[in-house]
């Protein structure tokens, strides 16, 4: 059984870090592509960072690159978004989710898997 447990969120300044953890079980970090997604109140729910199964690059939207950095640790089977320069904007529900793939794909109504969100509060 796959399943996912996101985790980390909470309350922070503007320009401060958070990082989320996404633990897993049932699934091959060789297998699986993993990708963070954030909701905003009133908005579509939209990738925010894709890890491949391949090693291939990792995926970020303007919106969050060069602050945002996924990454992966196979003996903890935890995939991790650490989250840097944060804006009022970034204030979302964060959730990660998995697609047996060897690419990033950005569509979330391609993955099955889905963990749990974890609110992040961005404050000014």
């Known amino acids: 059984e796959v399943q996912l447990q996101a985790s980390g969120g909470g309350l922070v300044q503007t320009g401060g870090s958070l990082r989320l953890s996404c633990e897993t079980s049932?699934?091959?970090?060789?297998?699986?592509?993993i990708a963070w997604f954030r909701q905003a109140p009133g908005e579509e729910r939209k990738v925010v960072s894709c890890?491949?199964?391949?090693?291939?690059?990792?995926y970020y939207p303007d919106s969050v690159q060069g602050r945002f950095t996924i990454s992966g640790d196979i003996a903890k089977k935890t995939v991790y978004l650490q989250m840097n320069s944060l804006k009022s904007e970034d204030t979302a529900v964060y959730y990660c989710?998995?697609?047996?793939?060897?690419?990033?794909?950005?569509?979330?109504?391609?993955?099955?898997?889905w963990g749990q969100g974890t609110l992040v509060t961005v404050s000014s």
């Open positions: 049932g699934i091959s970090f060789n297998d699986y592509a």
């Open positions: 890890t491949s199964s391949d090693g291939g690059p990792k």
């Open positions: 989710a998995a697609v047996k793939s060897p690419w990033c794909v950005r569509g979330d109504i391609l993955y099955p898997y």
